[in-house]
């Protein structure tokens, strides 16, 4: 939809956002997708540097933008572009720490359900626990794309930490007792904002460090590995 609309945030100066938006959490990467993977891109969005941009792939109108890190930045960029600008379909492509032996570097986990440490939902005054689910309807169609191309997935439960340096060296030990694949820090703000406006997201991560055996992945070899991640999501347009 062309929009004259503008938020402290976001301000797409009349180009299109798209009703489909691929959301990384690196605004470099958001460029980086723009100018590998899309045709005819133009940018809708370098405020404080969060670039964003909307193009077309395979001849579908599709957007990628940055969003910065952790549940208050993706808070407020979600927010906007489901409430101000009537996105539709969100899916976070991010990285994560795996916690599970079975889940190595570079391998695709699709999140069917976040847990939290954080507090994003009590605004929502729910007098119990709400489970954060992704759209169902992306999950199927993300997993059949996957399955086409032959790509393994992991689907299930993430965890949605607030906290990248925990003062608790056991912090992940319960989380991962109950199954928890792997950490990031956005999709919970995503699942709040989506469920809350009816509107659909997906959270899917590349594996880019192991939190058992301590491995890591470097800069260069997390672009690579990226592209396995981001064929699947491309395609949801
Ligand atoms: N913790 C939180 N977020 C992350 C991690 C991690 O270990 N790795 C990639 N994103």
């Known amino acids: 939809m062309i929009t004259t609309k503008e938020t ?5 100066n009349g180009v299109e956002i798209a009703e489909t938006i691929l959301l990384p959490g690196d605004p470099l990467r958001a460029k980086f997708i723009a100018e590998t993977f899309l045709e005819d891109y133009q940018c809708f969005n370098e405020v404080r540097g969060m ?6 792939f395979k001849g579908k109108k599709i957007s990628v933008m940055g969003t910065g890190m952790g549940p208050a930045s993706m808070g407020i960029y979600s927010w906007e572009l489901i409430n101000v600008f009537g996105v539709k379909n969100l ?3 991010g990285t994560c720490g795996a916690m599970q032996e079975d889940i190595e570097l570079y391998d ?23 489970p954060l ?8 169609k993300a997993k059949k794309i996957a399955d086409e191309k032959g790509q393994k997935v992991h689907i299930g439960n993430i ?6 340096y925990s003062a608790d060296p056991n912090a992940m030990d319960n989380w991962r007792k109950m199954g928890i694949l ?27 460090d192991h939190l058992i055996t301590g491995e890591k992945t470097t800069t260069e070899e997390r672009q690579k590995a990226f592209t396995k991640m981001m064929e699947i999501a491309l395609e949801l347009a």
């Open 8 to 12: 402290p945030h976001i301000k797409p």
């Open 91 to 93: 899916i976070r492509i």
């Open 159 to 164: 965890l949605s930490s607030e906290i990248f």
């Open 108 to 130: 695709v986990i699709f999140g069917m359900g976040t847990a939290t440490d954080s507090n994003y939902g009590h605004q929502f005054k729910l007098p119990g626990q709400f």
């Open 182 to 208: 792997s950490v990031e820090m956005e999709s919970v703000a995503l699942y709040w904002n989506a469920i809350q406006a009816r509107v659909n997201a997906l959270c899917i991560l590349t594996v880019s």
């Open 133 to 140: 689910t992704a759209s169902f309807d992306l999950l199927q």
């Open 51 to 56: 670039l964003g941009y909307t193009g077309t």
